[in-house]
């Protein structure tokens, strides 16, 4: 499968290249620690190696393609401390990758490559993974080019991120899989804090509820779970998670559980004392009507800029009847967000500017509203698959109907 997926990039690659992708190294954070590692998803898209300071050297010459690996050498006495690095027999074995060096012979090999291989220098293009970044942030790939730059003035770089992230956004059946239990286990995680529910309950009493339920199917967090009662849910990032959710209340909550790198982003709202007021109710209805109807827009072609329009027209109409926009009130007043972004390895996955979309491409569908001098935050998300004439909603058995909501509250009800 990895194989199969460096194939299809180096099928894209101009002719006569060489293209790196570093897994990445995590940042020092305090005293002795590290924040935690997790791999730079383009390298772990093209290897399924999730380990730290690997490179991933792709090239072509005369219409040979060729792979190499690069790890950190096993190291004995860190593996008393912290347990093993990967072996390159063990990297082999996912990877499918045969050639795998120490990292400390990268440039040997470059060195080897270029020498053997390309005669004409001014030809060559070097591709990195140039993603958007931090302003403040040099990345490995930053620094890569900078070296290279540094030791072949002549070379050619260029950015393989648009090309990375048009074949990231076709989500193959293992990710699809792989994101379906993910989103299963959110699934399994909300219903168990519906079941905890009730007046007053702290919101990270709410959140422990869920992350038990993650810890047990060896799911990690998609991004900081938001539980937001009352006015908190206006606040699009809120995640203190520390506040009271009083009884008549909502809560949003904003979250996901990530299954082997692939991250399901939901939100449910639902009265935390398990019945709506008819006020939260009538609120409540549009957005999931607004949810429903962009669903049944999606097809091939349409840009996630055009839904999200779509449904600023819809909100016009319905906010509209309900006196909403009296005294000069416009939608933007309400719901000011985006409705849509693409997901994946990443909760905010790659994508381009102006991408129509196509069969294959996961993205979420999440209108909402917020009432702020009503204490009324409501959003509604669900995880979808475009294809070929329409979408499949893969979060479709998570509950979201009020009535179901309702009734599956009042069997837990304290
Ligand atoms: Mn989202």
């Known amino acids: 499968m990895y194989k199969n997926r460096r194939t299809h990039l180096q099928q894209q690659l101009n002719n006569d290249y060489l293209a790196l992708f570093f897994s990445g190294k995590a940042p020092y954070k305090i005293g002795d620690e590290k924040y935690y590692f997790t791999p730079d998803r383009s390298f772990y898209w093209l290897t399924g190696l999730d380990k730290e300071n690997m490179i991933l050297l792709l090239g072509n010459y005369q219409g040979q393609d060729f792979t190499y690996l690069f790890i950190e050498p096993y190291d004995e006495v860190m593996a008393k401390w912290i347990g093993g690095r990967m072996l390159p027999k063990q990297a082999q074995e996912i990877s499918g990758i ?21 005669s004409d220098k001014e030809k060559l293009n070097v591709y990195f993974d140039l993603n958007k970044q931090e302003a403040n942030q040099i990345t490995q790939a930053i620094e890569y080019v900078h070296k290279f730059k540094e030791y072949y003035p002549n070379i050619n770089i260029l950015n393989s991120y648009p090309i990375m992230a048009k074949l990231r956004m076709i989500k193959d059946e293992d990710e699809i899989n792989k994101l379906k239990q993910a989103i299963h286990i959110t699934d399994l995680a909300i219903q168990n804090m519906m079941k905890n529910s009730h007046g007053n309950i702290m919101e990270n009493e709410l959140e422990a509820h869920f992350d038990f339920v993650l810890k047990c199917n060896q799911c990690e967090h998609s991004f900081p779970s938001i539980i937001a009662g009352g006015k908190n849910g206006t606040i699009l990032h809120y995640s203190d998670n520390n506040q009271m959710v009083k009884d008549g209340d909502l809560v949003l909550c904003d979250l996901g559980a990530s299954y082997q790198y692939l991250n399901a982003d939901i939100t449910r709202t639902f009265p ?68 849509s972004h693409m997901l994946g390895l990443e909760t905010h996955d790659v994508t381009i500017a102006n991408y129509k979309l196509e069969p294959g491409n996961v993205f979420t569908i999440e209108p909402g509203l917020y009432l702020e001098e009503e204490n009324i935050g ?12 329409g979408c499949i909603n893969l979060s479709k058995d998570i509950i979201k109907e009020p009535e179901e909501i309702e009734s599956f509250m009042a069997k837990y009800h304290k």
């Not at 400390?104 to 053997?116: T, Y």
């Not at 097809?299 to 006196?323: A, D, H, M, S, V």
């Open 272 to 339: 935390v004392n398990g019945k709506f007021t008819d006020r939260q109710k009538q609120i409540y209805d549009i957005v999931l009507r607004g949810n429903k109807y962009i669903m049944n827009m999606v097809k091939p072609g349409l840009t996630l800029r055009q839904l999200n329009n779509e449904l600023i027209k819809f909100y016009e109409t319905e906010l509209k009847q309900i006196g909403l926009l009296d005294n000069g009130k416009k939608v933007s007043d309400y719901y000011w967000h985006g409705v």
């Open 378 to 389: 409501i959003r509604i998300e669900d995880n979808v698959l475009v294809t070929n004439d």
């Open 98 to 118: 045969t050639n795998i060096y120490e990292i400390n012979d990268l440039w040997d090999i470059i060195g080897n490559l270029l020498n053997r291989n390309f």
